[in-house]
T-cell receptor, first 115, second 112 residues
């Protein structure tokens, strides 16, 4: 079955330290991968995506993600965390299914950045 | 300004009432989606549409219905609300095959 996993429910990091939010996927064919962020009482906001090309993708708010085909991973990273980065982060993969493309979201990882 | 709108933002209603959650987008996107999300939890796709007069049920069974008469408008209706329908409902839109989804701010529904 095609799926995406976020193995950590929560990630804690101190402000100024680097952060990583993990995502792994299982799809047949080429994966089209996305990261979204959700702040309290808001909808999701798109951060970045990998479709093809360079494995390191840069996105909004200083975030980046590295596509690793051999490890089937697409971890989200930021060199220096801010308190304002505290939010819920969702990894997603767009896959070709019977009936067309569909997007599968991970369960989400809550990021806490302490001052 | 291109955007996606949802109204109302918050709704508290009694059991048995009929409700319609509105979603409109001004980006001309052909694809639109409805997700159900308990606060801080994962998203569940309940309906989607790939164009006018096209609607499909999503992965999570829902008693709600949707319609897509105009490209920009994708309302969700509950004929008889129940406490189990209490949740947050997120609307989204996208175009193309590889493009990201744009999400509205959500409607927080509470059924008493």
């Amino acid at each position: 079955a095609q799926s995406v996993a976020q193995p950590e429910d929560q990630v804690n990091v101190a402000e100024g330290n680097p952060l990583t939010v993990k995502c792994t996927y299982s799809v047949s064919g080429n994966p089209y991968l996305f990261w979204y962020v959700q702040y309290p009482n808001r909808g999701l906001q798109f951060l970045l995506k990998y479709i093809t090309g360079d494995n390191l993708v840069k996105g909004s708010y200083g975030f980046e993600a590295e596509f690793n085909k051999s490890q089937t991973s697409f971890h989200l990273k930021k060199p220096s965390a801010l308190v304002s980065d505290s939010a819920l982060y969702f990894c997603a993969v767009r896959v070709l299914n019977t009936g067309g493309f569909k997007t599968i979201f991970g369960a989400g990882t809550r990021l806490f950045v302490k001052a | 300004e291109a955007d996606i709108y949802q109204t109302p933002r918050y709704l508290v209603i009694g059991t048995g009432k009929k409700i319609t959650l509105e979603c409109s987008q001004t980006m001309g996107h052909d694809k639109m989606y409805w997700y159900q999300q308990d606060p801080g939890m994962e998203l569940h796709l309940i309906h989607y549409s790939y164009g006018v007069n096209s609607t499909e049920k999503g992965d999570l069974s829902s008693e709600s219905t949707v319609s897509r008469i105009r490209t920009e408008h994708f309302p969700l209706t509950l004929e008889s609300a129940r406490p189990s329908h209490t949740s947050q409902y997120l609307c989204a839109s996208s175009d193309g095959t590889y493009n990201e989804q744009f999400f509205g701010p959500g409607t927080r529904l509470t059924v008493l």
